[in-house]
């Protein structure tokens, strides 16, 4: 309901305000007013008759008014004193704000907001001390925030789609307190690219150490949620990763990321030889079929081998897994030859954490990532690029398959 201007007119000159000030303390005490008012008619609707209603003669009353119990109240307007009516039988229970409630509009989810952008338990306080001029303890931002636990669970639990083309798994590093001790724990992101082409996140696990068991377990997962066929596994150089996606989806490709192989066989290349060392590797990775670019490694080989051999053997080792992205084409080499889709994501998450130096437990890890995902999966609202080219291909290559 909109109040008439020629009433607000009259209300702004009987009250004559010189500073925005005054004005938030004028609306305050209108919150206050017509708030008690709400809860008087609803004491009225309770008891069937207004406050100073009589009676008919002769007709006894059933219930009756007890007074009010003064209640604080925090609003976005900052805390206010209501009163809230009582009855002699106890029956009236207020229906605009439940009964033992201590927040109006927005403060719990004011502080969950804050949270999920990586703001500290002091610097949430002092936010809301500036937005509200409410107090708060670190332990009301610590049991506001343990309320989304079931909302996470829930979400990690959720049924997926039967089909993703293409699932990238990265691993990002945390510190944690564990039996009284600081370690050192992974959460581990797996994001799908369904059929219609836009991203997801698919679940986050934290875990103490990269294995084949490990990996078979949460593959195990996204299949019991409903993830039957995958094209290809995108993946950093993860131990364990191959034997459990071959255990799995044994029908389903592996592609290590080039640019984490590129920066893990060039760790310990002198740097008066980085340049030239890294030119020839993308002359191999570059090349337009995997043949040319095995006639490419031949011959970094050979000039490469005798200084960096570990470097060298490292490419022929993973070769397998590296040259898949060849078998498809140059609209799905852009996709997947690379992990360089959850590393952006993991950027993210990393800027959120950043003020987060400990965690004190592996559910406070989770919940901040959860909350992070969720903001930023909103701006995911665009598919991939030229989707329809890539989907036919791929539809095309699966007819090869069967043929």
């Not at 992101?189 to 836009?198: F, I």
């Not at 799995?248 to 060039?266: D, E, L, M, T």
């Not at 400990?358 to 406070?364: C, G, I, K, L, R």
Request: contains cysteine; hydrophobic residues 35%.
């Amino acid at each position: 309901m909109k109040i008439p201007k020629e009433l607000i007119k009259e209300y702004v000159k009987s009250e004559k305000f010189t500073n925005t000030t005054d004005i938030m303390e004028s609306i305050k005490s209108m919150f206050v007013d017509v708030l008690n008012e709400v809860l008087q008619c609803e004491m009225d609707e309770q008891l069937g008759y207004d406050k100073h209603e009589r009676t008919e003669s002769g007709e006894e009353k059933k219930n009756y008014r007890n007074g009010s119990t003064k209640r604080k109240l925090k609003t976005q307007l900052g805390e206010v004193e209501i009163s809230v009516p009582r009855d002699r039988n106890g029956e009236y229970e207020p229906k605009i704000i439940d009964k033992y409630q201590r927040n109006a509009d927005g403060l719990e989810d004011k502080i969950l907001s804050l949270y999920a952008h990586g703001m500290s338990t002091r610097d949430i306080q002092e936010q809301i001390k500036d937005l509200y001029n409410i107090d708060i303890s670190s332990e009301l931002v610590s049991k506001i925030s343990e309320k989304i636990l079931p909302e996470v669970n829930e979400w990690q639990n959720r049924p997926l789609e039967e089909y993703y083309p293409f699932i990238f798994m990265d691993a990002i590093h945390y510190k944690l307190r564990e039996n009284h001790q600081i370690i050192t724990k992974a959460a581990y992101v797996v994001l799908g690219v369904n059929a219609e082409g836009y991203k997801d996140i698919l679940g986050i696990w934290v875990g103490a150490n990269e294995s084949s068991k490990f990996w078979l377990g949460v593959l195990n997962e996204l299949k019991s949620r409903g993830v039957k066929n995958v094209d290809l596994f995108c993946v950093d150089g993860l131990s364990g990763f191959r034997e459990a996606i071959n255990a799995v989806y044994p029908f389903a490709g592996i592609q290590r990321c080039i640019i984490h192989q590129i920066r893990s066989s060039s760790r310990f290349v002198s740097y008066k030889h980085i340049k030239e060392f890294t030119a020839d590797l993308k002359l191999v990775y570059g090349a337009l079929n995997e043949e040319a670019a095995m006639e490419k490694l031949i011959e970094f080989k050979e000039k490469w081998q005798s200084q960096y051999p570990s470097a060298v053997k490292s490419w022929e080792d993973n070769w397998d897994i590296l040259s898949t992205f060849f078998a498809y084409p140059v609209e799905i080499r852009k996709i997947i030859y690379t992990t360089n889709i959850i590393e952006g994501l993991n950027r993210q998450f990393r800027k959120v954490t950043k003020t987060k130096s400990v965690f004190p437990n592996d559910d406070s890890l989770r919940k901040m990532l959860y909350l992070a995902s969720q903001n930023i999966t909103k701006k995911w609202t665009q598919r991939y690029k030229n989707w329809d080219i890539v989907i036919r291909q791929l539809e095309i290559m699966h007819e090869n398959k069967t043929a």
